[in-house]
């Protein structure tokens, strides 16, 4: 069916527009709490949310519609949405739900939602939800004595640190590392850093002091200079860059040059496949990974096996073969022998692991290949859709075989926006330029 509702990672707009609305996610709580409440036993919910002034809508007016379908609802206020899927399993509730609009800006919010087990709904749960929003809902309310009940989890935050920390090896401490932990202004400002300085670490913050309106703003993982900069200033051994949900990470070295999810991912893995530990013989990367990256880990004997866009898929894909490792370039990295999702904080520790294990630099172990030149446009368009237009189709086959065995390009439309990206890799960045630019022009002469 087509989707009004739910895109690539929940629902996600601008916040008090539909599909953004108090409205909507009332409808979204009374859907979801219809579909979840099986059994006879007490049903339960878990709320985070990051620190956006909408969420202060959308939170009652979800708890409103689990409510007056008999769940009781457990608010633990802003939280990474990996705690929130981390504290949907163990207070065993029957549904969790993240209000984020990730790395956007604060006007956007989104909803996100998770089962029972930690994992983020199937396509078929959120069609069912996308069914029942439209629709007649009243049949189905509690009765006046089963309402359900809301309360606070007040020492949420904590429960969350401790289980970040028992992630690191037992037998080593951050003592005597300078950290720099940018937030985003966002929903890790307080676990973040207390998770560092309580390892040992010495914490350097930045992005930790949200208003509302600057959650992501020249902060974050979407905007690393100024952490990159106080990298340097401070003489940091390394600086963390989060998003505004906490489930992404990028990562400065000691020089202030950034480390992007394809570097962490071959530093974990080769890592865990010393150790023995490294699962499904490789990684689980999107279609966006750098080919250098799957050079590299092929020379170590593993494989990269390959997604769509969305770190969904990529969870799907690793849980059906047996991986523990798998992320995306831009630094959702998903480690299952922990999360059910990504964590940025847990991602960073494992970097931070292997570089007390070996007593060196990050510089020196962090960056395990050299990139390809990768070039990524985008290309607003306004009308049909114009890839199967003669004129794009001829200028991909003719950028195809410049390219040859060496090169690739990828060419998708983007789930949220009216925006086509045209990716191209290769060996040589002025033929991979010049590819990309053929294939935007040809785009826009098409899309008028």
Not at 208 to 230: A, H, L, Q, W
Request: glycine share 12%; hydrophobic share 40%; net charge negative.
């Amino acid at each position: 069916m087509a989707r009004k509702y739910f895109g690539t990672d929940g629902i996600r707009g601008t916040a008090n527009a539909d599909p953004m609305t108090a409205e909507i996610a009332l409808r979204v709580g009374m859907a979801a709490g219809r579909i979840f409440t099986r059994g006879a036993h007490r049903h339960t919910v878990v709320i985070g949310k990051d620190t956006r002034l909408s969420g202060y809508m959308l939170e009652p007016a979800l708890a409103a519609g689990f409510i007056g379908m008999g769940m009781d609802v457990i608010f633990v206020g802003p939280m990474p949405t990996p705690a929130v899927a981390m504290l949907t399993r163990s207070l065993r509730a029957d549904l969790g739900v993240m209000i984020s609009a990730s790395h956007n800006p604060f006007h956007d919010n989104g909803i996100k939602l998770f089962g029972p087990d930690g994992y983020k709904l199937s396509d078929d749960t959120e069609e069912q939800i996308e069914s029942m929003i439209g629709g007649d809902m009243n049949t189905d309310l509690a009765d006046s004595a089963n309402l359900g009940r809301a309360k606070r989890l007040d020492d949420s935050e904590g429960r969350y640190i401790e289980f970040v920390k028992n992630t690191f090896p037992k037998e080593l401490l951050l003592d005597g590392l300078k950290i720099v932990i940018d937030c985003a202004n966002g929903a890790a400002y307080k676990v973040a850093p207390t998770a560092l300085w309580e390892l040992g670490a010495e914490v350097i913050t930045h992005g930790v002091e949200p208003d509302g309106f600057n959650i992501n703003k020249y902060c974050g993982s979407t905007d690393t200079r100024t952490m990159c900069r106080m990298v340097r200033e401070h003489g940091a051994d390394i600086g963390i860059a989060l998003d505004g949900d906490a489930d992404r990470v990028l990562i400065s070295d000691e020089t202030g040059t950034l480390l992007d999810g394809d570097q962490l991912m071959a530093t974990v893995a080769e890592s865990w496949h010393t150790d023995g530990r490294l699962r499904g013989g490789g990684i689980v990367a999107t279609v966006m990974s750098n080919l250098g990256l799957e050079r590299y880990l092929g020379e170590l004997g593993l494989k990269t096996e390959r997604t769509q866009v969305g770190d969904r898929h990529v969870v799907e894909h690793m849980r059906a073969n047996n991986f523990n490792v798998g992320g995306e370039q831009s630094g959702h990295i998903v480690l299952s022998d922990y999360t059910t999702t990504g964590d940025g904080l847990i991602a960073a520790l494992e970097v931070l692991a292997v570089m007390v294990q070996s007593d060196k630099k990050l510089s020196e172990v962090g960056r395990r290949f050299e990139p390809f030149p990768q070039i990524l446009e985008n290309v607003r368009f306004s009308g049909s859709l114009p890839l199967e237009h003669q004129t794009v189709v001829d200028a991909v086959q003719s950028g195809e075989a410049r390219l040859g065995k060496s090169g690739r390009i990828l060419i998708r439309k983007s789930g949220t926006e009216p925006v086509i990206r045209v990716m191209a890799e290769g060996d040589d960045s002025s033929l991979v330029q010049g590819v990309v630019t053929e294939i935007v022009t040809a785009i826009e002469q098409v899309s008028g």
